[in-house]
């Protein structure tokens, strides 16, 4: 079971590295971003908090599907993947639709939209050259030039039943935000296990979770949604006071 922090886009950008440092020598395994509208930029921010680190795994969770193009989001991926081989944990997901509304990117069917991308995402990273006429992802003969030795992770993020499901039929597992009880992450754990066996696809499936807990109650979090079946407990301060410092030496 692996433990970590979110560094919330609400803290200043100048603190990432920081922040990337204290996580790395305090032995923690992950540190995750978030890409919000409209702040910090996730694959940006991604890039510099592995670049300063040199064991700590990065996440993004998680990068909005309608704001870019499944190429793009292959070709920043495979990346990363490359630069920082093992080290970035990539999430997807729908967004917040009020958002991706106001960037005239709203889909009329988010998790068709989401199954279409994420499909083609990982088939291009697999090193597939696509040709998709889906009802929102349209690819003519694209793939990635260069092969991507060590694929990284590609976690779904949401909460609503049928997206944890699609997590498990077709990703690497799930990625579950901050209003998950350990009873949510136990039903999202049995969901994701059970889509990814009834799509035959070997191997298990992750889930990770965000935890928001003061630092008095971090270890006592973290002890109960390992139990509830997480891989991953990712503590995060709240919005009114994000710098995850304390967290950091509360799981020290």
């Known amino acids: 079971m692996r433990t970590g922090v979110v560094f919330r886009p609400q803290s200043p950008i100048g603190r990432l590295r920081e922040v990337a440092g204290l996580a790395e020598e305090a032995g923690l395994d992950e540190l995750w971003l978030w890409e919000d509208c409209f702040l910090h930029g996730g694959l940006t921010s991604a890039a510099a908090a592995l670049a300063w680190t040199e064991r700590l795994h990065v996440g993004i969770g998680l990068l909005p599907v309608p704001l870019r193009n499944p190429a793009l989001a292959a070709m920043e991926i495979a990346t990363l993947a490359r630069l920082f081989p093992g080290r970035f944990r990539p999430a997807l997901g729908h967004g917040v639709q009020d958002w ?4 005239g990117a709203r889909a009329e069917s988010p998790t068709t939209l989401l199954r279409e991308y994420t499909a083609a995402v990982l088939g291009l990273l697999e090193g597939e050259r696509l040709d998709v006429e889906g009802r929102y992802v349209r690819l003519a003969g694209v793939g990635l030039d260069e092969p991507v030795a060590d694929i990284p992770t590609l976690l779904i993020g949401g ?6 499901r699609l997590a498990g039929e077709i ?8 209003v998950a ?3 949510v992450v136990r039903a999202a754990r049995n969901a994701v296990d ?15 979770v965000f935890v928001e807990t003061s630092p008095a109650d971090a270890a006592a979090a973290v002890e109960r949604y390992a ?3 997480a891989d991953a407990v990712i503590l995060q301060a709240p919005e009114d006071h994000p710098d995850p410092a304390p967290l950091i030496a509360a799981l020290t």
């Open 227 to 229: 139990e509830a079946g």
């Open 159 to 164: 909460r609503g039943p049928r997206t944890v």
């Open 181 to 183: 009880t350990p009873d």
């Open 171 to 178: 990703a690497d597992g799930v990625l579950l935000d901050a």
């Open 100 to 103: 991706m509304g106001q960037v």
């Open 194 to 208: 059970t889509a990814r066996a009834e799509a035959g696809i070997e191997g298990a499936s992750e889930v990770v």
